[in-house]
């Protein structure tokens, strides 16, 4: 075999080696910055539930579990809110899942007090006296 020969063989082993490897002239996939929440695999029923907001004079509901994302409303300290069970971790925050007025979407949880059952808050009936 000429010299010609085998370098055009070795030539196509590595072309081939390197195609299945994935390489090539593509650029490396650009990385973000920004880190990608936690998820929590399944809603959790503890988290799932009536909160009241803390925040003064209100909290920004956002589209997603990040500070920087859009807000979609700004819910008034007081209001109630309902948590689905959905929560993930994010800068250094942790998000609920919640709905307000039929619009969904995510409030850090420290701006959040589970809010207290209806058998908690309503009194029980007395025992009338005959």
């Given at each position: 075999?000429?010299?010609?020969?085998?370098?055009?063989?070795?030539?196509?082993?590595?072309?081939v080696?390197?195609?299945s490897?994935?390489?090539?002239?593509?650029?490396?996939?650009?990385?973000?910055?920004?880190p990608?929440p936690?998820?929590?695999?399944?809603?959790t029923?503890?988290?799932?539930g009536?909160?009241?907001?803390?925040?003064?004079?209100?909290?920004?509901?956002?589209?997603?579990?990040?500070?920087?994302?859009?807000?979609?409303?700004?819910?008034?300290?007081?209001?109630?809110?309902?948590?689905?069970?959905?929560?993930?971790k994010?800068?250094?925050?942790t998000w609920?899942h919640?709905?307000?007025?039929?619009?969904?979407?995510?409030?850090a949880?420290?701006?959040?007090?589970?809010?207290?059952?209806?058998?908690?808050?309503?009194?029980?009936?007395?025992?009338?006296?005959s």
């Amino acid at each position: 075999m000429g010299t010609r020969t085998r370098l055009a063989a070795v030539l196509g082993v590595l072309i081939v080696a390197l195609v299945s490897c994935g390489g090539g002239s593509k650029a490396p996939a650009a990385s973000s910055s920004a880190p990608t929440p936690t998820v929590s695999a399944k809603p959790t029923p503890a988290l799932a539930g009536d909160y009241t907001v803390t925040a003064t004079p209100c909290v920004n509901m956002r589209k997603a579990p990040e500070p920087g994302v859009n807000i979609l409303m700004c819910v008034a300290n007081g209001s109630t809110v309902h948590a689905d069970g959905q929560s993930r971790k994010n800068a250094g925050y942790t998000w609920y899942h919640v709905t307000y007025k039929k619009q969904s979407g995510w409030i850090a949880n420290q701006y959040l007090k589970r809010a207290p059952s209806p058998s908690e808050s309503s009194p029980s009936p007395s025992a009338s006296s005959s």
